[in-house]
């Protein structure tokens, strides 16, 4: 118990640390929060209006998409936060210090948690600009955000295991690419997943991207009777939010061993 304690107290001043550098640097969240938005604006203006979605308006049915995309990219920085670290070394100066070793990671992947919900709220607000508008009650909408915060959190460890593994920014930005945009893409996010052509439309249904984009959707209520989910014999289209807790808990269950472990082999 003693030792649980230290080891939340240790990854709190370490999530403290985090969150000060995002104050000190505000172009993080600045620039971070322009992609998604700049997204936002070019699918529901430009390729909005060549989309269709049967039965919902499709701004409604994007911003869900836009969510799990940018919390996907987002995650990112956990990555290049820890490589930072170890560039710089301040994982050495840690070291030194009667502290819990998995305090640095659960420190870093909670103060990015937080990084992930400023930017969830500045997508909720122009999201609502362009029409976008949740349908069901407020536990709903919480639940809604919830999820995708939880989503965000496992993600995170994902970057965190690459981050620990590359130790080099530069190259988590684009090792964490290869995997963020095929997922985010290769989903329904943007478009229904019906669209799609044999296989991808196969991958698209088993993405765990999608499943927590068609959950979100039902939650705040932008889904109707002839979406491509109510149509999809797949499983994780029908229990949606079911699969998304399970993916949720298979890639914490995977990636929090694996990032302790290449973390201590990464300060030897």
Do not use: C, H
Not at 57 to 75: H, K, M, N, P, V
Not at 88 to 110: F, N, W
Not at 174 to 195: D, K
């Amino acid at each position: 118990m003693n030792a649980v304690l230290r080891t939340v107290g240790d990854a709190s001043v370490v999530a403290q640390r985090n969150m000060i550098k995002i104050k000190r640097v505000p172009d993080l969240l600045i620039f971070a929060s322009l992609s998604p938005i700049m997204f936002v604006l070019l699918f529901a203006y430009v390729f909005g209006s060549s989309i269709e979605v049967p039965g919902i308006d499709y701004r409604e049915f994007l911003i869900a998409g836009i969510f799990a995309q940018t919390i996907l990219f987002s995650s990112v920085i956990t990555g290049m936060g820890l490589a930072e670290d170890i560039q710089k070394g301040l994982i050495d100066r840690l070291r030194s210090l009667p502290m819990s070793r998995s305090a640095v990671l659960i420190g870093r992947t909670s103060s990015d948690l937080a990084y992930n919900l400023l930017i969830l709220m500045v997508m909720a607000v122009t999201g609502l600009i362009v029409g976008w508008r949740i349908r069901t009650g407020f536990e709903e909408a919480v639940a809604g955000f919830a999820l995708l915060l939880a989503f965000a959190y496992a993600v995170s460890w994902i970057m965190a295991t690459v981050g620990l593994a590359v130790q080099q920014p530069e190259v988590v930005n684009n090792a964490a690419g290869m995997l963020a945009f095929p997922l985010s893409f290769i989903a329904n996010t943007f478009v229904p997943s019906e669209n799609l052509p044999g296989p991808l439309r196969v991958f698209a249904e088993w993405n765990p991207v999608s499943a927590v984009t068609q959950a979100t959707r039902e939650l705040f209520g932008n889904t109707s009777p002839t979406s491509a989910a109510a149509l999809s014999d797949a499983w994780p289209m029908q229990n949606a939010l079911l699969a998304s807790l399970l993916w949720i808990a298979l890639i914490l269950a995977v990636f929090v061993p694996l990032s302790i472990r290449q973390y201590r082999k990464a300060i030897g």
